[in-house]
T-cell receptor, first 112, second 113 residues
Framework: GQNIDQPTEMTATEGAIVQINCTYQ??????LFWYQQHAGEAPTFLSY????GLEEKGRFSSFLSRSKGYSYLLLKELQMKDSASYLC?????????????FGAGTQVVVTP | DGGITQSPKYLFRKEGQNVTLSCEQN?????MYWYRQDPGQGLRLIYY???????QKGDIAEGYSVSREKKESFPLTVTSAQKNPTAFYLC????????????FGEGSWLTVV
């Protein structure tokens, strides 16, 4: 099984940077995903890490350390539309079905 | 356009009734999933299917049933045995291969009245 922990809520100002941490404990590991979910909507894919290091996509970056069971999502130049819940999800390497286990999500509130 | 279509978007169920949520995808994905989300909580896996006519229970399958008669379709029935069915239900699909991303439909809100 897996235990995935991320902070419940974070608040930041428009234009600032926010870092959302995610720690996980798994019996195996085969990738970590970040999703963005606006209230009442479906999650949308942001990033995927399977090897250690930083993946950058525009204003969003995601980092992974497999030895530490740790990832973070970095949101730069925050915009009001970035106010959403950010979900960390892990794929267990023992799982041949490829299903994901999700954390509870981090609600990011961007203020003017 | 390709995608995952869920219907209905909003559904009200009376106590003791079974209801079925539809999920259709035209992405030619092999794997399909149903997740449940409660307010302020993460997604929990109900059922998943890798191929037609085969499916597996997830973490919270009690009170739910599914079928996979066609590759494109994976309907979820919420039965009267599910004691607390009010939630947001998300269908998802994925290409074969563990490195591929799961994509979600728009979700269905189910409320018991």
């Amino acid at each position: 099984g897996q235990n995935i922990d991320q902070p419940t809520e974070m608040t930041a100002t428009e234009g600032a940077i926010v870092q959302i941490n995610c720690t996980y404990q798994t019996s195996g590991f085969n990738g970590l995903f970040w999703y963005q979910q606006h209230a009442g909507e479906a999650p949308t894919f942001l990033s995927y890490n399977v090897l250690d290091g930083l993946e950058e996509k525009g204003r969003f970056s995601s980092f992974l350390s497999r030895s530490k069971g740790y990832s973070y999502l970095l949101l730069k130049e925050l915009q009001m539309k970035d106010s959403a819940s950010y979900l960390c999800a892990v794929r267990d390497s023992t799982d041949s079905w490829g299903k994901l286990q999700f954390g509870a999500g981090t609600q990011v509130v961007v203020t003017p | 356009d390709g995608g995952i279509t869920q219907s209905p978007k909003y559904l009200f169920r009376k106590e003791g009734q079974n209801v079925t949520l539809s999920c259709e995808q035209n992405l030619n994905h092999d794997a399909m999933y149903w997740y449940r989300q409660d307010p302020g909580q993460g997604l929990r896996l109900i059922y998943y299917s890798q191929i037609v006519n085969d499916f597996q229970k997830g973490d919270i399958a009690e009170g739910y049933s599914v079928s996979r008669e066609k590759k494109e379709s994976f309907p979820l029935t919420v039965t009267s045995a599910q004691k607390n069915p009010t939630a947001f239900y998300l269908c998802a699909s994925k290409e074969t291969g563990t490195g591929n991303t799961i994509y979600f439909g728009e979700g269905s809100w189910l409320t018991v009245v």
